[in-house]
């Protein structure tokens, strides 16, 4: 045990990105890996807020538009600057809200249930908070969740299968919400493959990426608008 203390110390030492560890807060002796739900504070994070805040103090309203860094821009600067992580152009890339927002947002927007096309297709291992905002949506249109929301089953509670999500994409789907990794265990979908397959079929598909930034070059080459907090639709 002791040796492979030692090993994991001198490699440690040897890491070029060591030096980053110091700008973040945290605990002695903790090994800290939450970042994909939520990173620890950084010093540079801290200042930002307190800069933000010293605008309220000094502008009032007038933050929005003046300032070193007016409110009404943060969105798409912030988009400009993160774009690069998921592979987009900097005009295709917005940080707002969050994930549960903006899956409401997208859901209201895209979801239109006509005819024979009144229910939407998720897994059963989706986040759970996606689950409850599909839920809402489908209530908000009348439309009882138990019946109208398919989550696709998983085979092994871990993992879930590309060829049952297609063979669930029946004519009586109208949009598709899903992840493009399974946060409980790492799966990553064929996002361009399921995002083919449902529109031969007509159908609307969105994914969360909260879990994945980073992975999305290929998405973005292949037409998706991924929204930075948290959802994506193909249109």
Same mark, same amino acid.
């Not at 440690?12 to 990173?39: T, W």
């Not at 992580?85 to 006509?114: D, R, W, Y």
């Not at 209530?139 to 009882?144: I, N, R, S, V």
């Not at 085979?155 to 992840?179: F, H, K, Q």
């Given at each position: 045990?002791?040796?492979?203390?030692?090993?994991? $110390?001198?490699?440690?030492?040897?890491?070029?990105?060591?030096?980053?560890?110091?700008?973040?807060?945290?605990?002695?002796?903790?090994?800290?890996?939450?970042?994909? !739900?939520?990173?620890?504070?950084?010093? /540079?994070?801290?200042?930002?807020?307190?800069?933000?805040?010293? !605008?309220?103090?000094?502008?009032?309203?007038?933050?929005?538009?003046?300032?070193?860094?007016?409110?009404?821009?943060?969105?798409?600067?912030?988009?400009?600057? !993160?774009?690069?992580?998921?592979?987009?152009?900097?005009?295709?890339?917005?940080?707002?809200?969050?994930?549960?927002?903006?899956?409401?947002?997208?859901?209201?927007?895209?979801?239109?249930?006509?005819?024979?096309?009144?229910?939407?297709?998720?897994?059963?291992?989706?986040?759970?908070?996606?689950?409850?905002?599909?839920?809402?949506? *489908?209530?908000?249109?009348?439309?009882?969740?138990?019946?109208?929301?398919?989550?696709?089953?998983? /085979?092994?509670?871990?993992?879930?299968?590309?060829?049952?999500?297609?063979?669930?994409?029946? $004519?009586?789907?109208?949009?598709?919400?899903?992840?493009?990794? *399974?946060?409980?265990?790492?799966?990553?979908?064929?996002?361009?493959?399921?995002?083919?397959?449902?529109?031969?079929?007509?159908?609307?598909?969105?994914?969360?990426?909260?879990? !994945?930034?980073? /992975?999305?070059?290929?998405?973005?080459?292949?037409?998706?608008?991924?929204?930075?907090?948290?959802?994506?639709?193909?249109?």
């Amino acid at each position: 045990m002791e040796q492979l203390r030692e090993r994991a $110390d001198y490699l440690d030492s040897q890491d070029p990105l060591r030096k980053f560890a110091e700008e973040f807060y945290i605990k002695e002796n903790m090994i800290y890996l939450d970042g994909n !739900s939520l990173g620890l504070l950084s010093a /540079r994070a801290e200042q930002t807020l307190f800069d933000m805040l010293d !605008s309220w103090k000094n502008l009032g309203i007038d933050g929005w538009m003046s300032g070193e860094n007016p409110w009404y821009y943060v969105s798409e600067r912030l988009g400009h600057r !993160s774009a690069a992580l998921v592979g987009g152009e900097p005009e295709e890339v917005i940080a707002t809200a969050s994930t549960t927002t903006n899956l409401h947002q997208l859901a209201a927007t895209f979801f239109k249930p006509e005819g024979k096309r009144t229910k939407i297709l998720a897994d059963e291992l989706n986040f759970p908070s996606d689950i409850y905002a599909l839920q809402s949506q *489908l209530q908000l249109k009348g439309l009882p969740p138990e019946e109208h929301l398919v989550q696709v089953k998983s /085979r092994d509670g871990r993992t879930i299968t590309e060829e049952d999500i297609i063979e669930a994409m029946t $004519d009586e789907i109208c949009l598709i919400i899903l992840p493009t990794v *399974l946060y409980r265990s790492g799966q990553l979908l064929d996002i361009e493959r399921l995002t083919k397959e449902a529109h031969k079929r007509g159908i609307l598909i969105g994914f969360d990426a909260c879990h !994945s930034a980073g /992975r999305f070059r290929t998405i973005f080459q292949n037409g998706a608008l991924i929204l930075l907090i948290g959802a994506a639709i193909n249109i």
